[in-house]
């Protein structure tokens, strides 16, 4: 027998508490709409709760907002908690964890880099960690906010203020909390600084995932798609590729070719959300959307054509 998950409604106690706790993560009404579509297209099977994960991540632009995460998570069916779990940014602010770095010399590098403090109106965090490094290897990773170094509060600390104690010691004792989000500088100090997901892996230790940490190739497009004739595709093959999905055919006459898709191009956004990382299927779910959307393409440099939108 099929599980069925209804979206919360405002006839239960639960639809009221959900609603209310939605409020304090989006005064925005348009999120919160478009969250409850979200979650209608997971229950009616439009998407799966990898997907689900992947947009409520895209919802997510600071700490603060990380509790829709477990806010949603009654609405998931029970067959799909793994999935939905595996999806998520890997986080538990209630957790504190003790991790203690040695070196011999001080020309010795810990291995780790850090961003934020009170100059940067924010705490310190934990950016990237070299592979192979004494800070990977005790665990350190991407996305941990520093709460402590040798007993000594991070609270008051600007940034130079903490490179400079790390530079002179050879025994760090650091208490952290995993947040899974890094802040990014912004360009005035009186901004407050934009947020992406931090996400580790063996190959690339010190990544960072969010749209504000891409930085565009001189080569990249941004196309529109207006309409979509009744009962047509778009009109491309399509396969994967690390930076999303590649264009391997392009049907003359379609949608694709009218929107100047070319056999070659990478399509890396669909709509501003980031394809790579993704899996093939979610990425071409993404492009399976209800025109109008917009893509942004990666071309080779022997391939150039004037677009208009």
Excluded at 92 to 114: A, P, T
Excluded at 136 to 143: F, Q, T
Excluded at 275 to 293: I, M, N, R, Y
Aim: aromatic share 8%; net charge positive; glycine share 6%.
């Amino acid at each position: 027998m099929a599980t069925t998950v209804q979206v919360p409604d405002r006839t239960t106690r639960f639809a009221v508490d959900f609603d209310k706790e939605l409020v304090k993560i989006f005064p925005s009404t348009q999120s919160r709409l478009y969250l409850k579509k979200v979650l209608n297209q997971y229950q009616i099977g439009f998407t799966t709760a990898a997907m689900l994960a992947r947009r409520l991540t895209e919802l997510v632009h600071s700490p603060e907002q990380m509790d829709l995460f477990d806010l949603c998570r009654p609405m998931v069916r029970l067959q799909d908690q793994l999935k939905y779990s595996a999806a998520l940014p890997y986080f538990n602010k209630n957790r504190i964890d003790r991790v203690v770095l040695k070196r011999r010399y001080l020309e010795e590098d810990f291995g780790f880099r850090v961003c934020g403090g009170k100059d940067q109106k924010c705490a310190i965090f934990v950016s990237s960690v070299d592979r192979g490094s004494p800070a990977l290897i005790n665990g350190l990773r991407p996305g941990l906010e520093v709460l402590r170094v040798n007993g000594l509060t991070t609270a008051n600390v600007t940034h130079r203020m903490f490179v400079d104690y790390v530079k002179i010691n050879f025994h760090l004792e650091l208490l952290v909390k995993r947040v899974g989000m890094v802040p990014l500088q912004s360009k005035s100090n009186h901004e407050n600084p934009r947020w992406v997901f931090a996400s580790w892996n063996a190959e690339n230790p010190g990544k960072i995932r969010g749209s504000s940490n891409i930085k565009h190739s001189t080569n990249d497009m941004l196309l529109y798609v207006k309409d979509l004739p009744a009962e047509e595709t778009f009109g491309v093959h399509v396969r994967p590729h690390p930076d999303g999905i590649l264009v391997s055919a392009v049907k003359p006459g379609s949608s694709a070719a009218t929107a100047h898709i070319k056999a070659g191009d990478v399509i890396t956004e669909v709509n501003e959300i980031r394809l790579d990382g993704l899996d093939f299927e979610e990425s071409v779910a993404h492009l399976k959307t209800d025109p109008p959307f917009t893509l942004r393409v990666l071309r080779s440099p022997d391939s150039s054509i004037t677009v208009q939108s």
